[in-house]
T-cell receptor
Framework: QKEVEQDPGPLSVPEGAIVSLNCTYSNSAFQYFMWYRQYSRKGPELLMY????GNKEDGRFTAQVDKSSKYISLFIRDSQPSDSATYLCAMRRNQGGKLIFGQGTELSVKP | GAVVSQHPSRVICKSGTSVKIECRSL??????MFWYRQFPKKSLMLMATSNEGSKATYEQGVEKDKFLINHASLTLSTLTVTSAHPEDSSFYIC?????????????FGPGTRLTVL
């Protein structure tokens, strides 16, 4: 079993839709959770960073962490074609620890 | 701020040759840099952690004699793929952690696509 599971998609939505991206994990020791966006043939860029459980909002993006269920989510409101990319979840046990990535979900937002 | 560059962005080489990839932190000094490998539609796999002035720490299953890492300065780390073979073809990405942030955030380079013929 992989430490971090993420549905690779592809996920296709119309412009303006609310997008929900999710990851599950098996190691309860993970405390730091990130979401990265990766455009084709580019390196990942950090979108959201959350410590422990709870919600965090930044513009159209909301990250949720439910440690009891070992489940994290990223919501994108009012999705735009420019949001079309691969979204990777990542997590680590502690500061300085190794980042464990999900497989990435490929998102396509159609105009 | 916090820009990481990689060079080259793309390289094609013949089997048996060695290829060097550079990773630079442009506007900050990175005491720790990381090298990842990514296959198509796959997650990033950490290959090694590189600390300035010391030997790199390799992940299990990564051949240190094949993937030579040098972190000679606070702004430059290099990955050399020695005697490359077609199975080494992949997307190689480096990242650098921002000092003072408790290594909570890694900034990634744009990646290098290696194709070994």
């Amino acid at each position: 079993q992989k430490e971090v599971e993420q549905d690779p998609g592809p996920l296709s939505v119309p412009e303006g839709a609310i997008v929900s991206l999710n990851c599950t994990y098996s190691n309860s020791a993970f405390q730091y959770f990130m979401w990265y966006r990766q455009y084709s043939r580019k390196g990942p860029e950090l979108l959201m960073y959350t410590y422990s459980s709870g919600n965090k909002e930044d513009g159209r993006f909301t990250a949720q962490v439910d440690k009891s269920s070992k489940y994290i989510s990223l919501f994108i409101r009012d999705s735009q074609p420019s949001d079309s990319a691969t979204y990777l979840c990542a997590m680590r046990r502690n500061q300085g620890g190794k980042l464990i990535f999900g497989q990435g979900t490929e998102l396509s937002v159609k105009p | 701020g916090a820009v990481v560059s990689q060079h080259p962005s793309r390289v094609i080489c013949k089997s048996g040759t060695s290829v060097k990839i550079e990773c630079r932190s442009l506007d900050f000094q990175a005491t720790t840099m990381f090298w990842y490998r990514q296959f198509p539609k796959k997650s990033l796999m950490l290959m090694a952690t590189s600390n300035e002035g010391s030997k790199a720490t390799y992940e299990q299953g990564v051949e240190k004699d094949k993937f030579l890492i040098n972190h000679a300065s606070l702004t430059l780390s290099t990955l050399t793929v020695t005697s490359a073979h077609p199975e080494d073809s992949s997307f190689y990405i480096c990242s650098a952690s921002l000092p003072g942030q408790g290594d909570n955030e890694q900034f990634f380079g744009p990646g290098t696509r290696l194709t070994v013929l």
